[in-house]
């Protein structure tokens, strides 16, 4: 097959499958993308770039819409070039939302697409209202409407598309979920397994927690209200009160990933270590680790906090699972599709840091009942979730598409 992935970044949602792809040899694979770090052996990487950023007097509403059409715009210049160098790819697998997958039809009409549609906005019963005591307000639901266009653009030209769960797929308009299939990525579930007696020792670091007895670990792409950061750190100060003994890994970078932001130069986690009383001796942040080290760390955990509003579901969540991790989790709708309190894992009200401390402390004061929760934790991930049984899955789906749309693409 000659296979053409759309991201911008690289190779984003699409590690797993085209890492298979490019080890079986036979396929041509092209990866267009704006990052320029990494690299896949096999896998073409071509650089789009556009040709300006979002003009800062463009409508408010507008600038999600904006950056989408530049986005397309780059993609759609780059991909003219390489037709017309003779590349016609048998299927396109691109991202949406972004942008890059917005004028692929306009190049390869032919040439069935796949959006892999992760999620799509919805002023009310979802994240955006999901915080009583933050009232919307009218530009942000109107906003919200305007930033699903590139979306709308997607689901109409595209073929066929994947969404990872049920609660993600239910976000979308249902004229259109008759084209969207629910079919998560896949956990690497040979990869992330349990390692009985692991501890988290990072010398670099000046990490060295060999002899801690209870490690509460934490992971996350960004320190922010989206993931529950201020309540998970309103917790750590709850617990160390009461657990002297007790440490906290945080790993994750200090930024905002989701979410509107701080004033400038203002985060999360500075807020939070300057509004509570922490011992820092026994809070520990890792920064972004490595996948080794983050699976040492989860492997190491004593006890996994997992906090989102109702929003994507976290990589890092089924990852502890699979590791076989107590985990201790938002009772939101993501997370109640995977979780079942008191069976694979315990669940609490998002909202309530001491709800969220007695949980851990539940965790942590009973390890024998524990082992039936991380076992069921782990089996829920081999069963439902793991890679070896979705990928070949999401392999066949590509063929059956690029077996579909071989013609004429002049």
Same mark, same amino acid.
């Given at each position: 097959?000659?296979i053409?992935?759309?991201?911008?970044n690289?190779p984003?949602?699409?590690r797993?499958?085209?890492?298979?792809?490019?080890?079986?040899?036979?396929?041509?694979?092209?990866?267009?993308?704006?990052r320029?770090?990494g690299?896949?052996?096999?896998?073409?990487?071509?650089?789009?770039?556009?040709?300006?950023e979002?003009n800062?007097d463009?409508?408010?509403?507008?600038?999600?819409?904006?950056?989408?059409?530049l986005?397309g715009?780059?993609?759609y210049?780059?991909?003219?070039?390489?037709k017309?160098?003779?590349?016609v790819?048998?299927?396109?697998?691109?991202?949406?939302?972004?942008?890059?997958t917005?004028?692929v039809?306009?190049i390869?009409?032919?040439?069935?697409?796949l959006c892999?549609?992760?999620?799509?906005?919805?002023?009310?019963?979802?994240?955006?209202d999901?915080?009583?005591?933050?009232?919307l307000?009218?530009?942000?639901v109107? =906003?919200?409407? #305007?930033?699903n266009t590139?979306?709308? /653009? &997607? %689901?109409?030209? $595209?073929d066929g598309g994947?969404?990872p769960?049920?609660w993600q797929?239910?976000?979308?308009p249902q004229?259109?979920q008759n084209k969207?299939?629910?079919?998560?990525?896949?956990?690497d579930t040979?990869f992330?397994?349990?390692?009985? =007696?692991?501890? #988290?020792?990072?010398?670099?670091?000046? /990490? &060295? %927690?060999?002899? $801690?007895?209870?490690v509460?670990t934490?992971?996350t792409?960004?320190?922010?209200p989206?993931?529950?950061?201020?309540?998970?750190?309103?917790?750590?100060?709850?617990?160390?009160?009461?657990r002297?003994q007790?440490?906290?890994?945080v790993?994750?970078?200090d930024r905002?990933?989701?979410?509107g932001?701080?004033?400038?130069g203002q985060?999360?986690k500075?807020?939070?270590?300057?509004?509570l009383?922490?011992d820092?001796?026994?809070?520990?942040?890792?920064?972004?680790?490595?996948?080794d080290?983050?699976?040492?760390?989860?492997?190491?955990?004593?006890?996994?906090?997992y906090?989102?509003?109702?929003?994507?579901?976290s990589w890092?969540?089924?990852?502890?699972m699979?590791v076989?991790?107590?985990?201790v989790?938002s009772?939101?709708?993501p997370?109640q599709?995977v979780?079942?309190d008191?069976?694979?894992?315990l669940?609490?009200?998002f909202f309530?840091p001491?709800?969220?401390?007695?949980?851990?402390?539940?965790?942590?004061?009973?390890?024998g009942?524990?082992?039936?929760i991380?076992?069921?934790?782990r089996?829920t991930m081999?069963?439902?979730?793991d890679?070896?049984?979705?990928?070949?899955?999401h392999?066949?789906?590509?063929?059956s598409w690029a077996k579909?749309?071989r013609?004429?693409?002049?």
């Amino acid at each position: 097959m000659r296979i053409l992935f759309l991201h911008p970044n690289f190779p984003a949602q699409f590690r797993h499958i085209i890492q298979y792809l490019a080890r079986s040899g036979q396929h041509q694979l092209v990866f267009m993308t704006k990052r320029k770090e990494g690299a896949i052996p096999g896998v073409h990487k071509v650089l789009y770039e556009p040709v300006r950023e979002v003009n800062k007097d463009t409508h408010l509403y507008m600038h999600a819409l904006e950056s989408a059409v530049l986005e397309g715009q780059a993609v759609y210049r780059t991909l003219d070039q390489l037709k017309r160098q003779g590349f016609v790819p048998d299927v396109i697998y691109g991202h949406s939302g972004w942008g890059p997958t917005l004028f692929v039809k306009d190049i390869f009409p032919n040439t069935p697409l796949l959006c892999y549609f992760e999620w799509f906005e919805n002023a009310h019963g979802s994240n955006l209202d999901f915080d009583p005591t933050s009232l919307l307000t009218p530009d942000q639901v109107a =906003g919200c409407r #305007v930033r699903n266009t590139p979306i709308l /653009i &997607d %689901l109409y030209s $595209a073929d066929g598309g994947l969404t990872p769960t049920q609660w993600q797929y239910q976000q979308f308009p249902q004229e259109y979920q008759n084209k969207i299939t629910v079919r998560h990525d896949g956990v690497d579930t040979r990869f992330l397994q349990p390692r009985p =007696g692991a501890k #988290v020792v990072f010398p670099d670091l000046g /990490i &060295d %927690l060999s002899e $801690a007895k209870e490690v509460i670990t934490y992971a996350t792409r960004g320190m922010e209200p989206c993931r529950g950061f201020p309540q998970f750190m309103e917790a750590v100060a709850l617990l160390q009160q009461r657990r002297p003994q007790c440490h906290v890994v945080v790993a994750g970078a200090d930024r905002v990933a989701y979410g509107g932001q701080l004033p400038e130069g203002q985060s999360y986690k500075q807020r939070m270590l300057d509004k509570l009383p922490l011992d820092q001796s026994r809070l520990h942040f890792t920064g972004l680790l490595p996948y080794d080290r983050y699976l040492r760390l989860l492997q190491a955990s004593s006890v996994h906090v997992y906090l989102t509003i109702p929003f994507v579901l976290s990589w890092s969540m089924l990852d502890a699972m699979s590791v076989g991790c107590a985990v201790v989790a938002s009772s939101t709708a993501p997370v109640q599709e995977v979780i079942q309190d008191g069976v694979n894992g315990l669940l609490c009200d998002f909202f309530s840091p001491q709800q969220l401390a007695d949980r851990v402390e539940e965790v942590l004061d009973n390890p024998g009942a524990m082992k039936r929760i991380r076992a069921n934790a782990r089996a829920t991930m081999v069963e439902r979730y793991d890679l070896s049984e979705l990928l070949p899955r999401h392999i066949h789906m590509l063929e059956s598409w690029a077996k579909r749309g071989r013609g004429d693409n002049r």
